[in-house]
């Protein structure tokens, strides 16, 4: 890690997971250049800052380059499955400037793959790789504010059975010697007093 002044301004010029950054830091002040070098060590961790090496500039060599990366730390299912994730992406925003892909764009992919009739969870796991994908070239931080994951179908609640289901429940489990169990569990889950201790 180094600070020094080009002019009046402070630059940082340090290397985080043996990627270099070089970046102005905008002030004059030393401490606040020191703070802000520290932000920017932090923010670099987390795949938030684009490097001072001329990184991918296209989405098709982004992906490659976050594929390889990828192939050292994880297993091969994970590998697949974030290629499946990939090819609607590939297909849908093609080998595009990365710069292009803005929340804009990634909110639009969103509404066409929801009209197209796709599950949000689908959708947003399409998204989160795209994040990924941006996070390793530096690209994420400025589109990440702006992009949201769409909601997610809960699970439904349980409903409570009226008075004649739960009497045709009774009956249905004691009309059969080998339902007893059935039975007996139906009484222990309708007695108020027993329902505590489930």
Same mark, same amino acid.
């Given at each position: 890690? @180094?600070?020094?002044?080009?002019?009046?301004?402070?630059?940082?010029?340090?290397?985080?997971?043996?990627?270099?950054?070089?970046?102005?830091?905008?002030?004059? *002040?030393?401490?606040?250049?020191?703070?802000?070098?520290?932000?920017?060590?932090?923010?670099?961790?987390?795949?938030?800052?684009?490097?001072?090496?001329? +990184?991918?500039?296209?989405?098709?060599?982004?992906?490659?380059?976050?594929?390889?990366?990828?192939?050292?730390?994880? @297993?091969?299912?994970?590998?697949? %499955?974030?290629?499946?994730?990939?090819?609607?992406?590939?297909?849908?925003?093609?080998?595009?400037?990365?710069?292009?892909?803005?929340?804009?764009?990634? @909110?639009?992919?969103?509404?066409?793959?929801?009209?197209? +009739?796709?599950?949000?969870?689908?959708? *947003?796991?399409?998204? +989160?790789?795209?994040?990924?994908?941006?996070?390793?070239?530096?690209?994420?931080?400025?589109?990440?504010?702006?992009?949201?994951?769409?909601?997610?179908?809960?699970?439904?609640?349980?409903?409570?059975?009226?008075?004649?289901?739960?009497?045709?429940? %009774?009956?249905?489990?004691?009309?059969?010697?080998?339902?007893?169990?059935?039975?007996?569990?139906?009484?222990?889950?309708? *007695?108020?007093?027993?329902?505590?201790?489930?």
């Amino acid at each position: 890690m @180094s600070l020094w002044k080009r002019g009046r301004q402070y630059w940082a010029d340090f290397t985080v997971d043996g990627r270099r950054y070089r970046k102005r830091l905008d002030t004059t *002040n030393l401490q606040d250049a020191k703070r802000k070098e520290r932000q920017l060590i932090e923010d670099a961790g987390h795949g938030a800052v684009a490097t001072h090496e001329q +990184g991918p500039k296209r989405l098709f060599e982004a992906v490659d380059a976050y594929i390889d990366g990828k192939r050292l730390h994880c @297993s091969p299912r994970t590998i697949e %499955f974030e290629e499946e994730r990939l090819i609607t992406l590939k297909r849908y925003f093609g080998d595009t400037p990365l710069t292009a892909i803005t929340a804009r764009s990634i @909110s639009e992919y969103q509404r066409k793959r929801h009209d197209a +009739g796709k599950a949000n969870r689908t959708i *947003n796991m399409d998204v +989160g790789v795209l994040c990924r994908v941006l996070k390793s070239c530096g690209r994420w931080r400025a589109v990440a504010d702006h992009v949201r994951n769409l909601p997610e179908r809960q699970k439904p609640v349980g409903r409570a059975l009226t008075p004649e289901e739960r009497q045709r429940l %009774f009956e249905s489990a004691a009309s059969n010697p080998e339902w007893e169990h059935v039975y007996c569990a139906a009484m222990v889950a309708s *007695n108020p007093r027993c329902s505590r201790w489930r």
